[in-house]
């Protein structure tokens, strides 16, 4: 089939994609934050059906969602009163070893995530909670 008009070519295929890719089933991660009077989080707790996940308390959550209208990424980072701030170093120093770990799944560029492996190195030895030149 010839069209005159690109974009009725590109609404079809837009339609028969949407079509194909047709939502199969729907899976739930549900947050629920407890506040004080102040609107600071006293707790965090979570529950993913498919994961088998119920009730489970958290101190702290990152979360980014990729707003394709903006090009922006939408953050939501929480963390409890009670968060230990070892903890806090602990978690940002894993988020960065998974961040290397998904961009590389994603890009399949080794050499930047290894990169960025380094830099979580060297975090956690300037945060503390790894020693310099030890793995972790």
């Not at 194909?20 to 609107?39: F, W």
């Not at 965090?44 to 209208?69: F, R």
């Not at 961009?103 to 995530?113: G, H, I, Q, S």
């Not at 990169?115 to 503390?128: H, T």
């Amino acid at each position: 089939r010839t069209f005159k008009d690109p974009r009725c070519a590109t609404n079809i295929a837009r339609r028969t994609i949407q079509t194909v890719m047709a939502i199969q089933k729907e899976s739930e991660i549900k947050i629920t934050v407890g506040l004080d009077e102040n609107r600071i989080p006293e707790t965090i707790v979570w529950d993913a059906s498919d994961g088998g996940v119920t009730n489970e308390e958290a101190k702290a959550l990152m979360m980014g969602v990729w707003d394709e209208k903006t090009s922006e990424c939408l953050r939501i980072d929480l963390w409890t009163k009670d968060m230990l701030m070892d903890d806090m170093k602990r978690m940002f120093h894993q988020t960065f070893i998974s961040m290397a770990d998904g961009y590389e799944r994603a890009t399949d560029d080794t050499a930047l995530a290894a990169d960025m492996r380094d830099f979580a190195r060297y975090f956690g030895e300037k945060s503390g909670i790894i020693e310099p030149g030890k793995e972790g």
